[in-house]
Structures are given as structure tokens and as C-alpha cells.
């Protein structure tokens, strides 16, 4: 996760406990909180890790997908049904380790584009916005080409890199293409 700087005597990282009770205790304000407080947490892009209070297990993970599964549940999800079974499919497939970086990559693209779109709206009227939205604009068209562009260079270094491995593993069996 991206963090904030910390204030002169505050540790980097904010730590939340999480009891048996499965209550969240956050450290910094000496408080219970609830999940849609950890929520606000990643949305306010703060640096936290989750840890278990006995056993001080590292549960971040498990937290975070659970916000991921209530967001999911509660009205408008983000996945498909066939995005989901696609998720599944990669966990145990020898594309794995490469499909998180993948995912990953491409969200801070979308993410970068994202912010430029709306540091470009900022003087935009709620009209101009409006009449913007109801149109395929070149800039829109434009950003877009360029997260393709990247999305499909990303692609590309992944099959070189599985390549590469592959014939680095065929050379150590003593196998050559």
C-alpha cells in the first residue's frame, strides 16, 4: 500500500489488531474500528498492516479481501461471474506468479490514466462534462490507446519472460528447442 509520510513520532506503519472476536483494534487512535473504517483507511491511501493479537500473524490479505468480497456483494460488482472463474483458474497454473503482476501493472496504468483524466477535468463544467461523457472525445480515445499500448507491452514481456524460462528449464534437462 502506498503511505504518507509519518508526523514526528508516529511509526510508519499503522497497525490494527485483530481479536478473536474478530473486533479490529487500530493502535494509533487506541480504538476499536469496524471494516468500512479499514476501507477508508485504504481509500485514504494510509500504510496499515493487520496482525493478529495473539499469534501477530500478518492477516492484511485476508482483510482486504474481505472489504473486496463485501464491496463485491453489496449491489455493483466489479467482477463477472467469467472474470471470477478465470481468477480461479489461474491459482495452481504456471502462469500465476506472472498473472498478479500482470493485474497489478495494468491497474496502476488504469490508475495513471485515471488521474490524468481528472487533472485535465478539473476546470471542466458539470455541462461540459456532461456533454463530454455523451461523446467519443479524442483525449478519451487518445488515453485509452495509451493503457492499450501498455497493457499490450506488458503482455508481451510476460510471454518473453515465460519463453526465457522455459528454455532455461529445457537447457537444464539437458533439452534444446
Given at each position: 500500500?502506498?503511505?504518507?509520510?509519518p508526523?514526528?513520532?508516529?511509526?510508519?506503519?499503522?497497525?490494527?489488531?485483530?481479536?478473536?472476536?474478530?473486533?479490529?483494534?487500530d493502535?494509533d487512535t487506541?480504538t476499536?474500528?469496524?471494516?468500512?473504517?479499514?476501507?477508508?483507511?485504504?481509500?485514504d491511501s494510509?500504510t496499515?498492516?493487520?496482525?493478529?493479537?495473539?499469534?501477530?500473524?500478518?492477516l492484511?490479505?485476508?482483510?482486504?479481501l474481505?472489504?473486496?468480497l463485501?464491496?463485491?456483494?453489496g449491489?455493483?460488482?466489479?467482477?463477472?461471474?467469467?472474470?471470477?472463474?478465470?481468477?480461479?483458474r489461474?491459482?495452481?497454473?504456471?502462469?500465476?506468479g506472472?498473472?498478479?503482476?500482470?493485474?497489478?501493472?495494468n491497474?496502476?496504468?488504469?490508475?495513471?490514466m485515471q488521474?490524468?483524466?481528472t487533472?485535465q477535468?478539473?476546470?471542466?463544467?458539470?455541462?461540459m462534462?456532461a456533454?463530454?461523457?455523451?461523446?467519443?472525445?479524442?483525449?478519451?480515445?487518445?488515453m485509452?490507446?495509451?493503457?492499450?499500448?501498455?497493457?499490450?507491452?506488458?503482455?508481451?514481456?510476460?510471454?518473453?519472460?515465460?519463453?526465457?524460462q522455459?528454455?532455461q528449464?529445457?537447457?537444464?534437462?539437458?533439452?534444446?528447442?
Open positions: 500500500m502506498q503511505s504518507k509520510k508526523a514526528a513520532g508516529k511509526s510508519a506503519q499503522r497497525v490494527i489488531k485483530k481479536y478473536p472476536n474478530r473486533r479490529l483494534y493502535t487506541s476499536y474500528i469496524t471494516l468500512a473504517e479499514v476501507r477508508q483507511l485504504v481509500m494510509e496499515f498492516v493487520v496482525r493478529d493479537a495473539k499469534t501477530n500473524e500478518d492484511t490479505r485476508s482483510i482486504l474481505q472489504i473486496i463485501e464491496e463485491e456483494a449491489g455493483a460488482p466489479m467482477f463477472s461471474e467469467a472474470v471470477l472463474s478465470s481468477l480461479i489461474f491459482y495452481g497454473h504456471a502462469m500465476q506472472f498473472m498478479g503482476s500482470y493485474i497489478e501493472k491497474i496502476q496504468a488504469f490508475t495513471e488521474a490524468k483524466l487533472e477535468s478539473k476546470s471542466v463544467s458539470p455541462e462534462w456533454q463530454f461523457m455523451s461523446m467519443q472525445s479524442p483525449l478519451l480515445q487518445g485509452m490507446g495509451s493503457y492499450t499500448e501498455q497493457s499490450k507491452s506488458l503482455m508481451g514481456q510476460l510471454q518473453e519472460q515465460m519463453q526465457k522455459t528454455e528449464m529445457l537447457g537444464a534437462f539437458g533439452l534444446k528447442r
